[in-house]
């Protein structure tokens, strides 16, 4: 299934002498130029387009012929952001032009898609080290151009998964720390050494003085690398790159597999790939953002962050807690609404989210959560009956039974969760519970 997000542009993409020009919709302005100049290291920022746009047409899981997907660009006051997701939904890529890499006026602020097809990808691969690559967002042209000529459409068609995975994936980073820091030698040197025939095997790994070294169980300060061979994106930048940082999760012995980032850092630029904690495992299922989805005043609570987020590279949920007049746990379940619409995401490197410009609609969570929308049709049949910290709920002919952990958890006696032991995220039966929970305490205070 497919959601079209659409853009007006005055023109289409070009690239002509290898100069390239991205078309944007957004921002305060209608069709506003967010930028306009070169990239100061042309070579490694063509090679870092080409890895995003490589992962938006490849399937890790259960490989087939390559799709042709549009990796999305946006823009801010100081950098520009190409992110993309492979066709399976298992990795996320995202590279970050950063102020040092661009030369030039960044005026505005929008989000646009990139038309990453054969001709074009045939020409950022000659870009050599010393010719220039110049970047002009905003309306231009008519018609998209390369050395050989090329067509974009004014409409951008994203996959409904790519919004659900751009909401889980910024829930998911925001509780990631970084693990490993990595010359780029190391980097490559560990690369190299990882075992063939691990696409599909959960591999975890621990600093070992420069390097990493690789353990087949989870232990305190491991990073999660499930389907080693998804890296393989990071290897034609790794020649660019000065460090490799890992962040994930913080795990404890016999944890279950968990995502993980794995970010090369030229200086200039930054490319990062995001795991699923499995190779066959989409970020569009995961369900991470659920519980940030099921306050009452989530939806209410977006639309005031919604009018309060600006046009800065990064936002920040205590102030806007502040601009707000609520708390910033309040914040982070408006933020995680907004990024059911594409419009958060979180970069881990800064510890901080960024904003994109795209359409909001309060109804997309609910439709593209059915848990959610189970929850709420079993606390509108009064199915949820509460008992201490456990709870019984009826759901058509059976009576399942849901129990509160130590750790604040939440297990039941569902086959879904017989099955995923909440690795994916609470049945519709915990959610409930937990929803109905939360509005007893409302009622209390």
Known sequence: MSVVQTYRYLA???????????????GPAPNPRFFTGFLTTGQAAAVGLLAVAEVARTRYHRPV????????????????????????CGVYARLDVLPTGLDGDVSEHGTTNVDVNTPLREALARVGGLDPLHLSVGPDDLTVSTLDGAVV????????????????????????EPRAELPAAEASAFLRRLPRGSERSVL???????????????????????????????????R???????????????????????DLDTGALRLSLTLSPEPYRGFSGEGAALAALAGDDVVDDADLISALLSWDPTIEPDRLAEQAGI?????????????????????????????RVMPYDAGRAERDNPRLVGARALLDAEAVQLDGTAATVRSGDQVYRVRQLP?????????WWAKHRGQRGPCRHALATRMLAAERVEERV
């Open 12 to 26: 289409p993409s070009t690239l002509a002498q290898r100069s390239l020009a991205l078309q944007t919709s957004g």
């Open 65 to 88: 012929s390559p799709a042709s997907l549009d990796p999305v660009v946006t823009g801010s006051r100081d950098r520009l952001r190409f992110e993309s997701f492979s066709g399976c």
């Open 153 to 176: 459409e004014k409409k951008v068609p994203l996959p409904a998964r790519w919004l659900r995975g751009f909401a889980e994936v910024q829930v998911l980073a925001a509780r990631f």
């Open 204 to 238: 975890w790994v621990v600093p070992a003085g420069r390097s990493l070294r690789l353990t087949s169980r989870p232990v305190p300060g491991a990073v999660c690398l499930a389907g080693a061979g998804r890296l393989v994106a990071l290897q034609p930048m790794l």
């Open 240 to 262: 660019f790159a000065k460090t490799l940082r890992v962040y994930g999760p913080t795990v404890a012995p016999g944890a279950a597999p968990a995502p993980s980032v794995w």
């Open 327 to 355: 708390d910033a746990e309040r914040v982070r379940g408006a933020l995680a609404q907004l990024g059911t619409a594409g419009r958060v995401g979180y970069d881990v490197a800064e510890a901080a989210y960024f904003h």
């Open 407 to 415: 750790d604040g958890g939440l297990t039941c006696t569902c086959p």
